[in-house]
């Protein structure tokens, strides 16, 4: 199964993510940072599952917040390191391209930071995530913005900026060399979206954020026209309707 060998990528990046993580912070999260947490408000006492928790870095921060937080990840490598870092909190080892493990709770929150374009399907998943929220409860995850990550930036003759944005609806698998290589699926926006009305999660926040680069190359004004990053928040419908939606299309009036 491809989310195995996946899964041994992390493992085998494991311990050159969580130096960096543990070093620098990671780089994605300021440009969503403020809006992440505005939107999930008050989490104090809220049961909330962080879905791909890598060495635990968000896990610990919903727990600072007053959250009564659990850390799921595939990579046993970072469950480690997380449960090493982090001992006071509980964390789990899970493929998510499987679902979720079995948990006997229902959580107010589930979110998910860069993570979902790292498995392969996303509709176990998202019908996972579904069952596991309470009726009313929300499920936010952050991503590379399918439209403009990794579209490269070109200047004409007269000076002028543009994103070359290329095959944006076909599904791809991208090689991330990053940290020593991982695969990234491509989807588009339409993917997600359909994935999580099927499963009655319906759309309630959309955030992308303008691009804060320090690029000395690119015009850091140019690229802060752009979101590179997204962030969706999709609440959970009545839960007699679930059975309905599950992998079949919505039916239209
Ligand atoms: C970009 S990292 C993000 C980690 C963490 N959320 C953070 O912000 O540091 C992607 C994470 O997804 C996990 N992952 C990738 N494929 C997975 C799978 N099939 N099941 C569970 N976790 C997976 C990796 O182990 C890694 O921790």
Redesign the pocket.
Known sequence: MQ??D??R???SI?SA?SQK?EACG?R??PEIRDRFWTTLGDIGGKTVL?????????TKELTNRGAVAIG????GS?IERARSQFPELTFL??????GLPDLDIKFDTII????VM???EIKTLFNAVSQALQPGGEFFFTLPHPCFFQQKSHQDVSGQWFKKVTNYLTPEVWRIDSFGG?NHYHRTIEEYVSALSQVGLLVSHFHEPPHESKSKRIDPEFLKTFPVFLMVGARKTAEPELGAYADKPRRSG
């Open positions: 989310s195995k996946d899964i990528d992390w493992d494991a993510y993580i990671d994605c999260f962080d879905l791909g928790c890598g060495q635990g870095w968000l799921v990840d595939g990579s970072l080892v899970a493929d998510l391209a499987e998910s930071h860069m993570v790292d498995i392969p991982h």
